[in-house]
């Protein structure tokens, strides 16, 4: 039987979750109803990512941005600026489908489909991810066409092919590999969470990552968004470009 204070958190974690899905919620909307133009602005969106919140994390990861941090509650799993950069650099690509893998709480993936669809009228985004049950966000109403499907891997979309594709998965380098040999490989755009995250391990995801870049050379661009207020090595996003 739980005690009472492992009831007192769980009522805490409920309320501060309610709270910050509704705050996700006003920003979606905001976000699908504002000037096409202040996609492609960084200070916005990274303004909008810090209204939102960022997950509750307590290893001290977030350097200055933790003032951001929603207390004991979901949120964005992000440095603010690294996905507002990278966002930016997405705003000027055009991009009708959208797959991420890897849905966790759903916070990042609500707000890319939100910037995504804003920017690109009849996106069609799909998050998956091998959790039994979908996120609460998931029942957010979206203007654009939305999936939130749990239970699944790359696998079930290894023949399907995406304009872009976030892996944010299993964060094994056996599993990032078979993610984007699934549905990376041939999106226009791969998008890579944790390519300089001390945390992962540097034989995971980096590992992957600075792989992919000399297998690719010459075939691909790539961008990295590595900012991080204390210079931590903390997350960092990659954008691999086919030419």
């Not at 964060?171 to 998008?191: F, I, K, P, T």
Request: some cysteine; aromatic content about 10%.
């Amino acid at each position: 039987m739980p005690s009472l204070k492992q009831l007192v958190r769980k009522s805490i974690y409920a309320l501060s979750s309610r709270f910050a899905i509704s705050r996700l919620e006003r920003i979606v909307r905001e976000i699908e109803d504002v000037k096409v133009e202040a996609l492609s602005h960084g200070t916005f969106l990274e303004t909008k990512i810090r209204q939102i919140g960022l997950r509750h994390d307590r290893r001290g990861i977030y350097g200055d941005d933790v003032s951001d941090m929603n207390f004991h509650a979901p949120g964005l799993w992000q440095i603010p600026r690294q996905l507002a950069e990278a966002m930016v650099l997405l705003a000027s690509q055009r991009i009708v489908s959208f797959l991420e893998v890897g849905t966790c709480d759903g916070f990042t993936f609500s707000f890319m489909a939100a910037c995504l669809s804003r920017l690109n009228p009849g996106l069609k985004a799909t998050t998956i991810d091998i959790a039994p049950s979908l996120p609460a966000c998931s029942r957010i109403a979206f203007k654009t066409p939305v999936k939130f499907l749990s239970g699944k891997t790359s696998d079930a979309f290894a023949e399907d092919v995406f304009d872009l594709v976030l892996i944010d998965g299993n964060h094994s380098y056996e599993w990032v590999a078979r993610d984007y040999q699934n549905v990376g490989r041939q999106a226009r755009l791969c998008m890579f969470h944790d390519i300089n995250d001390r945390l992962c391990g540097d034989d995971t995801v980096p590992k992957f990552w600075r792989e992919l870049k000399i297998e690719e050379s010459g075939r691909a661009d790539f961008h990295e968004f590595l900012h991080h207020s204390s210079s931590d090595r903390v997350m960092g996003i990659g954008i691999r470009i086919k030419r």
